[in-house]
């Protein structure tokens, strides 16, 4: 059983180094250090 559940038709792990993985909350939000992390 995974932590984390995957949504929408073909969904899967990342498997590559160029891929991500979004994780959100309940209300489908991202935290803000997320996209701090990435540069933008």
Do not use: C, H, T
């Amino acid at each position: 059983m995974s932590l984390y559940d995957l949504v929408g038709e073909g969904s899967r792990s990342p498997k590559a180094q160029n891929e991500v993985a979004l994780v959100v909350n309940e209300y489908n939000q991202i935290d803000s250090a997320f996209f701090d992390r990435l540069g933008s």
